[in-house]
T-cell receptor, first 112, second 114 residues
Framework: EADIYQTPRYLVIGTGKKITLECSQTMGHDKMYWYQQDPGMELHLIHYSYGVNSTEKGDLSSESTVSRIRTEHFPLTLESARPSHTSQYLC???????????FGEGSWLTVV | GENVEQHPSTLSVQEGDSAVIKCTYSDSASNYFPWYKQELGKRPQLIIDIRSNVGEKKDQRIAVTLNKTAKHFSLHITETQPEDSAVYFCAAGTPNFGNEKLTFGTGTRLTIIP
């Protein structure tokens, strides 16, 4: 089934650790996004990509980085996690006839 | 860039009554307006969308209206049920090539009172 898959779903890590949140989509979409969201709050765009080798920073400044080496894969990396990075990270993709955004199930990150 | 304002931020409605959530946008070039529903602990999911060549769209108990002149659009939920309780997000954007970002509103937490 075409979907957007995120791993890990839940993660607790210590301050200063490096973490990569994985996102893969089987939707065949060119455009992919990362949003940061505190529970039930606003969706903040932190990174987006229009295709392979394309990455742009979003509206909310983030210390994370992304890469887009394959169409279906859009990982997000935090080199040195801090408690302020504690949040939910939602990966999304867009394309097809409807051309709306579809979200993954999210990765809940807690930095202690 | 686009700016989307959404009101109210919280809304409590008696079961069976109607709920209305309103959004305004700033960029007259925006021509695509989706609405997302996010239940507690789950991902936002598209529930209905409208394009600027249409003034109203309905899907069972959910309807969306668009006023391009005033640059505002609204979500209407009739005969509300407990499962309608969620956070709702509006968004505005251009569906075609160019500015590919959808700009989201700040969300409305809808609570249906049994």
């Amino acid at each position: 089934e075409a979907d957007i898959y995120q791993t890990p779903r839940y993660l607790v890590i210590g301050t200063g650790k490096k973490i990569t949140l994985e996102c893969s989509q089987t939707m065949g979409h060119d455009k992919m996004y990362w949003y940061q969201q505190d529970p039930g709050m606003e969706l903040h765009l932190i990174h987006y990509s229009y295709g392979v080798n394309s990455t742009e920073k979003g509206d909310l400044s983030s210390e994370s980085t992304v890469s887009r080496i394959r169409t279906e894969h859009f990982p997000l990396t935090l080199e040195s996690a801090r408690p302020s990075h504690t949040s939910q990270y939602l990966c999304a993709s867009r394309g097809g006839f409807v051309n709306t955004i579809y979200f993954g199930e999210g990765s809940w990150l807690t930095v202690v | 860039g686009e700016n989307v304002e959404q009101h109210p931020s919280t809304l409590s409605v008696q079961e069976g009554d109607s709920a209305v959530i309103k959004c305004t946008y700033s960029d007259s070039a925006s021509n695509y307006f989706p609405w997302y529903k996010q239940e507690l602990g789950k991902r936002p999911q598209l529930i209905i969308d409208i394009r600027s060549n249409v003034g109203e769209k309905k899907d069972q108990r959910i309807a969306v209206t668009l006023n391009k002149t005033a640059k505002h659009f609204s979500l209407h939920i009739t005969e509300t049920q407990p499962e309608d309780s969620a956070v709702y997000f509006c968004a505005a954007g251009t569906p075609n090539f160019g500015n590919e970002k959808l700009t989201f509103g700040t969300g409305t937490r809808l609570t249906i009172i049994p």
